[in-house]
């Protein structure tokens, strides 16, 4: 099992920073890839950004958070980051962490209980 506790969501006017953080705990040694999800109210979830474990940690954005949103990760915390500049309005929306660790023949997914980040004037 792998518990994630996220921090960092909150009020921001738009064209502001904030930076998520989401601690894992844990089986952490069997993760091979973290997130960040988003989900609107009356949308889908959605990945705004992942990072591999490994020594290299190839990352991938989603088209709308490309050259705004940073994903990073501290091994020796089991923590991993979302640097997200020059917020919009449509960035307002809960984020969620994920976590997906191999288990048996296929892999799990975790997450956490999700941040509040509303982008308003």
């Known amino acids: 099992q792998v518990q994630l506790v996220e921090s960092g969501g909150g009020l921001v006017q738009p064209g502001g920073s904030l930076r998520l953080s989401c601690a894992a705990s844990?089986?952490?040694?069997?993760?091979?890839?973290m997130g960040w999800y988003r989900q609107a109210p009356g949308k889908q979830r959605e990945l705004d950004a992942s990072?591999?474990?490994?020594?290299?940690?190839?990352?991938n954005y989603a088209d709308s958070v490309k050259g705004r949103f940073t994903i990073s990760r501290d091994n020796a915390k089991n923590t991993v980051y979302l640097q997200m500049n020059s917020l919009k309005p449509d960035d307002t929306a809960v984020y969620y962490c994920?976590?997906?660790?191999?288990?048996?023949?296929?892999?799990?997914?975790?997450w956490g209980q999700g941040t509040q980040v509303t982008v308003s004037s």
């Open positions: 990072i591999t474990s490994g020594s290299v940690g190839y990352r």
């Open positions: 994920n976590a997906r660790r191999f288990s048996g023949a296929g892999s799990a997914d975790y």
């Open positions: 844990g089986s952490t040694n069997s993760i091979y890839a």
